[in-house]
């Protein structure tokens, strides 16, 4: 229930950002093109580590899946919020991508420490 109003909570957050920075919406669903190729391919290493890992996590169980996804998301939207950052700071759309991050990285913590 708690991770069902952190997702709302997320999804507001984004919308208000968006209105009151006057970002607009981004598509909801797609690939993120970089803007450099180093961190291009850093999201690519990312990615292929992030199902080794989850693989042998199924097989050997070292931890929980929801820690790899959780861990996965942080790793993949800091990366993009970089590029944003780096390249694309006149659309302002980092901020946002770093809320988003930041309410991945709370959840994971309240995840992990058994709060939620």
Same mark, same amino acid.
């Given at each position: 229930?708690?991770?069902?109003?952190?997702?709302?909570?997320?999804?507001?957050?984004? /919308?208000? &950002?968006?209105?009151v920075?006057?970002?607009?919406?981004?598509?909801?669903?797609g690939?993120? !093109? +970089?803007?450099? &190729?180093?961190?291009g391919r850093?999201?690519k +290493?990312?990615?292929?580590? %992030? *199902?080794?890992? &989850?693989? @042998?996590?199924?097989?050997?169980?070292f931890?929980e899946?929801y820690?790899v996804?959780?861990?996965?998301?942080?790793?993949?939207i &800091? @990366?993009?919020s970089?590029?944003?950052?780096k +390249?694309?700071? !006149?659309?302002? !759309?980092y901020?946002?991508s %770093? *809320?988003?991050m930041g /309410? /991945?990285?709370?959840a /994971?913590?309240?995840?992990?420490n058994?709060? *939620?």
């Amino acid at each position: 229930m708690y991770i069902l109003i952190m997702l709302v909570a997320a999804v507001l957050v984004d /919308f208000i &950002l968006r209105k009151v920075l006057d970002i607009p919406r981004s598509k909801f669903w797609g690939k993120y !093109e +970089y803007e450099s &190729l180093a961190l291009g391919r850093w999201d690519k +290493y990312v990615t292929i580590a %992030f *199902v080794l890992f &989850l693989v @042998l996590d199924m097989i050997f169980m070292f931890v929980e899946p929801y820690i790899v996804s959780c861990l996965f998301l942080v790793a993949a939207i &800091l @990366l993009k919020s970089i590029d944003e950052w780096k +390249y694309k700071q !006149e659309t302002k !759309e980092y901020i946002t991508s %770093f *809320v988003q991050m930041g /309410f /991945f990285l709370t959840a /994971f913590v309240l995840l992990a420490n058994g709060i *939620v």
